[in-house]
């Protein structure tokens, strides 16, 4: 059974420029949820999508953005990349919402910004 | 607001010892509490997985306990191997998100 699927698994952007990153869940998973992962910062939430509808966000600025489609693909994008946005951004998948599921990571997206 | 702290931050032991990982968290209101493990430059690996109606889980050298009235939990690695050597993270789930612990860096030698 294949695991979490992330691409790409490193970038490297600019400042100002935006990225598009994208996790495919295990089969038959229907939650995704997105991290991001800071040495200074640790782990932190970014957004979940169950059904293709975001049900919980956490606190990040509006550059951030998310989506899924109706094969529970999901992608996330940053727009205006800054410096401080260079991190391991981490997918998870769970059967259901992640509120009551185990949840399930992808080797993660490591964006660097210069 | 929920905060999620790991004691150690880091621990270095001798292979075979037995270890005892923390976890505190301070809003007894949980979902449940998972236990990963992170290689560096890797992605999570689900270790545990405890709801908040039970009080532990074993597999393999691992057992979690959890205590939600003290907001504790423990991850026990038995007889530790070389393998072992990573950090792992505790989790806990709340009604909206998933809230991670600082992380135990676990270096276990030969």
């Known amino acids: 059974k294949a695991g979490v699927t992330q691409t790409p698994r490193y970038l490297i952007k600019t400042r100002g420029q935006q990225v598009t990153l994208s996790c495919s869940p295990i089969?038959?998973?229907?939650?995704v949820s997105w991290y991001q992962q800071t040495p200074g910062q640790g782990l932190q939430f970014l957004f979940e999508?169950?059904?293709?509808?975001?049900?919980n966000k956490g606190n990040f600025p509006g550059r951030f953005s998310g989506r899924q489609f109706s094969n529970s693909r999901s992608e996330m994008n940053v727009s205006t990349l800054e410096l401080g946005d260079s991190a391991l951004y981490l997918c998870?998948?769970?059967?259901?919402?992640?509120?009551?599921?185990?949840?399930?990571f992808g080797e993660g997206s490591r964006l660097t910004v210069l | 607001k929920q905060e999620v702290t790991q004691i150690p931050a880091a621990l270095s032991v001798p292979e075979g010892e037995n270890l005892v990982l923390n976890c505190s968290f301070t809003?007894?209101?949980?979902?449940?509490l998972q236990w990963f493990r992170q290689d560096p430059g890797k992605g999570l690996t689900s270790l545990l997985l405890?709801?908040?109606?039970?009080r532990e889980q074993t597999s393999g050298r691992l057992n979690a306990s959890l205590d939600k009235s003290s907001g504790r939990s423990t991850l026990y690695i038995a007889a530790s191997q070389p393998g072992d050597s990573a950090t792992y993270l505790c989790?806990?789930?709340?009604?909206?998100?998933?809230?991670f612990g600082t992380g135990t860096r676990l270096q276990v030698f030969p």
């Open positions: 999508y169950f059904s293709e509808t975001q049900r």
């Open positions: 405890i709801q908040s109606s039970q």
């Open positions: 989790a806990v789930q709340g009604t909206d998100k998933l809230i």
């Open positions: 809003d007894s209101a949980i979902y449940n």
């Open positions: 998870a998948s769970s059967l259901w919402t992640g509120v009551t599921g185990e949840l399930f």
């Open positions: 089969s038959g998973h229907r939650s």
